[in-house]
């Protein structure tokens, strides 16, 4: 009888074992690499689970902002200093300006003033300047002379002196004002005579008045060649008055006690004001029958006088424009000479012109006139001068006639008689038979 032991072992045939596959040492070598790698790997993905995030610097943002807004602020308190102190402009001062201040003006009211004459940058603070410098109050009325770039002190001193209130007068010049009327208006305003407005105005010797402001007085030669229109004004025969036609009428106010030079350049700054560009409109049709910018002036003066209404220039022009282009055609207007006692629309005859010259007293005008102004009988083209002061409407119409009454033809026209049917009422006339058929349907 077998008998059978257990020794604690188990059965070597109830078990299944696995036997490891026999490698050479280049397998081993290359598996024991690929665990290595896979173990790194797994310590990467934990120490990287376990590092902390880096946050963005946003606190380094903020300072960065913070140090440019005070960048920003100081330049800009920097310009507002320069401003102040009148070093802005790096000490190049700007041209002289008279600025009139309002009598009861508050620093405020001229802080806005300066700024609007460009003299300062910033009216608040040149009102707050002045207010926490305690002169505010110290602000003076009437004209003060200042500069752009000037500084604030400089500035305040000067509207602190006492100035002289300069008194003042409006005085309105109808458009078609001759230049004795004009004149005459300058002496029943109490501004200065009529013969001296007259000369000076025609750049001659005059009588230049003493005034309150300590000009002086005395005989005086006006010049005012810096003007562009004066200087190519064309010196022609027979003229009677150069300054004719370059009065320009408006509304000007005055000071009571400014010269007569001065009195004359408010016309004429207004004139070339208005006409600026035109003389470039004239060059553009060098074969008009307007050659220059005297030409257009001069027939402006007889549309005004003709017609001085924008929706007829035109058209009167056009017929004056015809006429002027015919050979040998004379103008034949009224309003220059047509030798009538009772015509109170004529240059030579009963106007202010008229007056002043003494021809109405003399029954006569000299033949040397009528050879240069008479549109009628000696006159072909345009007459020495201007028989008037003529609108900026009249001007433009003496260079833009209405095309289609140039191209139509019209040579003649006629206002209704305010008697008759139609008052005030323009005809115009291709033929001179269709002309005299307008003259007896208008009631003359």
């Not at 009454?405 to 291709?430: H, I, M, R």
Request: charged content about 25%.
């Amino acid at each position: 009888m077998r008998i059978q032991r257990n020794d604690g072992h188990s059965d070597p045939s109830s078990h299944t074992y696995h036997a490891r596959p026999q490698m050479n040492p280049k397998q081993a070598a290359e598996e024991a690499t690929q665990e290595a790698a896979a173990e790194e790997e797994d310590y990467e993905d934990e120490e990287e689970e376990e590092r902390p995030r880096r946050r963005f610097p946003i606190g380094l943002v903020i300072v960065l902002v913070f140090v440019v807004l005070i960048g920003i602020g100081g330049w800009q308190v920097f310009n507002l200093y320069r401003e102040v102190d009148g070093s802005a402009t790096g000490g190049v001062l700007g041209n002289e300006q008279t600025i009139d201040i309002a009598d009861g003006s508050t620093a405020s009211a001229i802080a806005e003033q300066l700024a609007d004459a460009d003299i300062i940058q910033h009216g608040w603070l040149f009102r707050l300047y002045a207010s926490y410098s305690g002169k505010a109050s110290d602000l003076q009325p009437g004209p003060v002379t200042l500069r752009s770039g000037m500084s604030y002190n400089d500035i305040l001193e000067k509207l602190s002196e006492q100035r002289v209130f300069r008194q003042t007068v409006t005085v309105t010049f109808p458009e078609g004002s001759t230049a004795v009327a004009i004149a005459q208006l300058m002496e029943d305003n109490g501004l200065c005579s009529v013969e001296d407005f007259l000369a000076c105005a025609n750049g001659e010797v005059y009588n230049e008045k003493a005034d309150a402001l300590g000009n002086g007085g005395g005989e005086k030669q006006a010049d005012f060649s810096d003007y562009t229109f004066w200087a190519q004004m064309p010196e022609k025969e027979g003229r009677l008055f150069k300054c004719e036609g370059y009065l320009f009428p408006d509304t000007y106010e005055f000071f009571t006690d400014d010269t007569i030079e001065n009195y004359v350049r408010t016309f004429y700054d207004q004139f070339a004001k208005q006409t600026e560009g035109l003389q470039e409109e004239v060059d553009a049709n060098p074969n008009d029958c307007i050659n220059s910018l005297d030409d257009a002036v001069i027939l402006a003066s007889f549309i005004q006088e003709e017609a001085g209404m924008p929706e007829e220039d035109y058209k009167v022009s056009a017929c004056f424009h015809n006429r002027l282009e015919s050979a040998g055609m004379p103008l034949q207007s009224n309003a220059s000479c047509d030798i009538m006692q009772d015509n109170d629309n004529n240059y030579l005859w009963n106007s202010p012109m008229a007056e002043y010259m003494g021809w109405r007293a003399a029954g006569a005008i000299p033949e040397e006139v009528l050879a240069a102004y008479d549109t009628y009988e000696h006159v072909t083209g345009l007459p020495a001068g201007a028989i008037s002061n003529p609108g900026i409407d009249a001007i433009k119409a003496a260079l833009e006639p209405d095309q289609e009454y140039v191209t139509e033809g019209y040579l003649y026209f006629v206002t209704g008689n305010p008697n008759g049917d139609y008052p005030g009422q323009y005809f115009y006339a291709k033929t001179l038979e269709e002309h005299n058929a307008n003259v007896a349907k208008a009631g003359w």
